[in-house]
């Protein structure tokens, strides 16, 4: 079974100032990676997501992953942040074989300070 | 086009009470889901459903129970609500992967939420 690691909790950055945010996961097959953010009071919207092909994935607002198999890792970068992209960001992990489960870890709450 | 859809939005229960969630979407999609989020936990799978008719269990589906009578509804029951069963429950659906291609499978969309409370 697979499993998702999001190294922090929270967040906090400085507006205009660039942001990682960490995941790493855990599988013993190939896996398909997302990226979620939720903004306050409302669903999960799709940020970006590597299914094969080029390591580095580009996402919606400004916002960029890559994948690297050695290190089991998926992080999540920005250049420069706005205050609109305080939300709540989710890593999740599929099977690429297996069923339509995702695997969500438990999320990093990215705050932007003005 | 209004995606997923979520009834009702909010809800407050005693225990032992009864209801039932409400998930519709619009796009055509085989697979539907039931997520519940807690603080500090992420999403977590309740149940879902690989097409009309069918529904198998997630990560945590006791105390739940689900129906898909129709492609476009799922369903989420709570028979005899608990504390516990407080949290934002979430629906999502995604494209059968053969139709819609590689680049269109694999992506869960997802409803506004209900924010259930059991006292």
């Known amino acids: 079974a697979q499993s998702v690691t999001q190294l922090d909790s929270q967040v906090p950055v400085f507006e205009e100032a660039p942001v990682e945010l960490r995941c790493n996961y855990s599988s013993s097959v190939s896996v398909y990676l997302f990226w979620y953010v939720q903004y306050p009071n409302q669903g999960l919207q799709l940020l970006l997501k590597?299914?094969?092909?080029?390591?580095l994935v580009k996402g919606i607002n400004g916002f960029e992953a890559e994948f690297n198999k050695s290190q089991t890792s998926f992080h999540l970068r920005k250049p420069s942040v706005h205050i609109s992209d305080t939300a709540e960001y989710f890593c999740a992990v599929k099977e690429v074989a297996g069923s339509y489960q995702l695997t969500f870890g438990k999320g990093t709450k990215l705050s932007v300070i003005p | 086009n209004a995606g997923v859809t979520q009834t009702p939005k909010f809800r407050v229960l005693k225990t032992g009470q009864s209801m039932t969630l409400l998930c519709a979407q619009d796009m055509n999609h085989e697979y539907m889901y039931w997520y519940r989020q807690d603080p500090g936990m992420g999403l977590r799978l309740i149940h879902y459903s690989v097409g009309e008719g069918t529904t198998a269990k997630g990560e945590v589906p006791d105390g739940y129970n689900v129906s898909r009578l129709k492609k476009q509804n799922f369903l989420l029951g709570l028979e005899s609500a608990a504390p516990s069963q407080t949290s934002v429950y979430f629906c999502a659906s995604s494209p059968y992967r053969r139709t819609s291609g590689r680049a269109g499978a694999d992506t869960q969309y997802f409803g506004p939420g209900t924010r259930l409370t059991v006292l």
């Open positions: 590597y299914l094969s092909g080029s390591t």
